[in-house]
């Protein structure tokens, strides 16, 4: 079965540009949330949806939207990215509940 | 303000040997424990769980131990292999945002290095 798949693997932006990522969660996951890991630390969160809803939101600023489609597949959006926003975007999915989340590999966003 | 923590950056130990991770919490809201391994360039893998209406659970050779009232959890790897060598993340889960979100909290993860 595959896992959780995300595109694309690395991508490098200029400062004041947007981003689209995109993710596609495990086959029977209905609920997918993103984390930003920056070098050094735990991942941190940014978005759950579930059932094409959202269910919780980190600590981050407007720039940052996030929307789920009807097959699961989700993605997060940035707008006027910041040198700051580099990072390692990981996506997770899973049943919803307390249950355990599978990442995928990341998307490593660089901004110039 | 860290809700998780993790306060050992690195730790080497050898082949064959009990490897000991620790995680400290501070939110007593936390009901859902989780340890993750990440390799470089790949994303967090899932390793083993437990509830806090637990205090042990067990998987092959990976053990998580809950200790409510400290606010503390382990896990224990043994034995030891070169191929555990990665970054182990602590998480915790509960019930923190309006609407039921199952956000994980997440520490800063210690970097184990089993040296054959």
């Known amino acids: 079965d595959a896992g959780v798949t995300q595109s694309p693997t690395h991508l490098i932006k200029t400062r004041g540009q947007h981003v689209t990522l995109r993710c596609s969660p495990i086959?029977?996951?209905?609920?997918v949330s993103w984390y930003q890991q920056v070098l050094g630390q735990g991942p941190q969160f940014i978005f759950q949806?579930?059932?094409?809803?959202?269910?919780g939101r980190g600590n981050f600023p407007d720039r940052f939207s996030a929307r789920q489609f009807p097959n699961y597949s989700s993605e997060l959006n940035v707008n006027a990215l910041l040198l700051g926003d580099s990072a390692l975007y990981l996506c997770?999915?899973?049943?919803?509940?307390?249950?355990?989340?599978?990442f995928g590999p990341g998307t490593r966003l660089t901004v110039l | 303000d860290q809700q998780v923590k993790q306060n050992s950056p690195s730790l080497s130990v050898q082949e064959g040997r009990i490897s000991i991770l620790n995680c400290d919490y501070t939110?007593?809201?936390?009901?859902?424990f989780l340890w993750y391994k990440k390799y470089p360039a790949e994303g967090p893998t899932f390793l083993i769980s437990?509830?806090?209406?637990?205090d042990k659970n067990e998987d092959g050779r990976f053990t998580v131990f809950l200790n409510k009232s400290a606010k503390h959890l382990s896990l224990h790897i043994v034995p030891s292999q070169p191929g555990d060598s990665a970054v182990y993340f602590c998480?915790?889960?509960?019930?923190?945002?309006?609407?039921?979100?199952?956000?994980?909290?997440f520490g800063k993860g210690t970097k184990l290095t089993v040296n054959p």
């Open positions: 437990i509830s806090s209406i637990k």
């Open positions: 086959s029977g996951h209905k609920s």
């Open positions: 949806y579930y059932e094409k809803e959202e269910r």
């Open positions: 998480a915790a889960s509960g019930l923190l945002t309006q609407g039921g979100s199952e956000k994980l909290v």
């Open positions: 997770a999915s899973s049943t919803g509940g307390p249950s355990e989340q599978f």
């Open positions: 939110n007593s809201m936390f009901d859902y």
